[in-house]
């Protein structure tokens, strides 16, 4: 029987508009992440996505296992980098079991995928060692391009969800204040939050503008001090109270 979550893997083929913004945003917020977890040996990613964030942290940590529900995505992954080592585990995240405990996890634009949100958040606590970090990732919905459009009456609800989001399989968007408020609902405390890419403009006006990579790097140097504005929210979590 098809795996449901295989019907999504053309948007990580690397064949849509939205490629640029993902570009940016995963090549970025995974070296964030690096720059706070200097000495960790293990990690537990969820997702392998456009693999990009997989192939950085692959590099860097002696023990790295990746969970992926979808073996389309799995091998679309293992064509785009075939010299990564990592260890993918094909599973569902509800669906994980190990006896094992991991120095950082990492939930790359997870969430907003997923039935249960808070669920994942709960369930993957048990895999994280004591004073260990989880990192969250996830698309913002106040981003000050979507704040334009809604003050502008182009966006009826900033929380509206586009084409590009149900060819994603996204379910929702998130803000700092809800995304906050489920991290503490689901135990763990919150260390640090900053903006991954200040996004002014959509992404079809950003790529006709054509701005130098200096500019592009600059947005998203800027984009760590105002999360609220930026177009994703990275969150670092512990679960030692």
């Not at 508009?17 to 977890?37: A, S």
């Not at 940590?61 to 990746?66: A, Q, R």
């Not at 569902?92 to 995928?113: A, C, P, Q, R, W």
């Not at 592009?216 to 979590?237: H, K, R, T």
Request: glycine content about 6%.
């Amino acid at each position: 029987m098809k795996n449901k979550l295989d019907t999504y893997v053309k948007a990580y083929e690397g064949d849509i508009q939205y490629d640029f913004d993902n570009e940016i945003l995963l090549n970025w917020y995974p070296k964030r992440i690096l720059n706070d977890t200097i000495g960790a040996k293990s990690l537990l990613e969820l997702g392998l996505g456009h693999g990009y964030s997989t192939n950085i942290f692959s590099k860097q940590f002696s023990k790295h296992i990746v969970l992926e529900g979808s073996p389309a995505v799995i091998v679309n992954f293992r064509k785009k980098y075939p010299s990564c080592e990592c260890q993918i585990v094909e599973t569902y995240f509800e669906s994980f079991t190990s006896n094992e405990k991991f120095d950082v996890i990492v939930m790359g634009f997870i969430l907003e995928h997923v039935d249960d949100p808070k669920q994942i958040l709960m369930h993957f606590k048990k895999f994280l060692n004591p004073g260990g970090k989880l990192f969250v990732a996830v698309p913002n919905a106040e981003v000050l391009n979507r704040r334009l459009g809604y003050i502008a009456g182009l966006l009826p609800d900033i929380q509206q969800l586009s084409e590009n989001d149900f060819v994603l399989g996204h379910k929702r968007y998130y803000t700092v204040s809800s995304l906050s408020e489920q991290a503490k609902e689901s135990g763990y405390k919150i260390v640090k939050v900053e903006g991954i890419y200040l996004k002014p403009i959509t992404t079809s006006q950003m790529i006709s503008l054509n701005f130098d990579k200096k500019i592009i790097d600059a947005f998203c140097v800027v984009g760590v001090n105002y999360p609220e504005l930026s177009c994703g929210i990275l969150m670092q979590l512990t679960n030692h109270k």
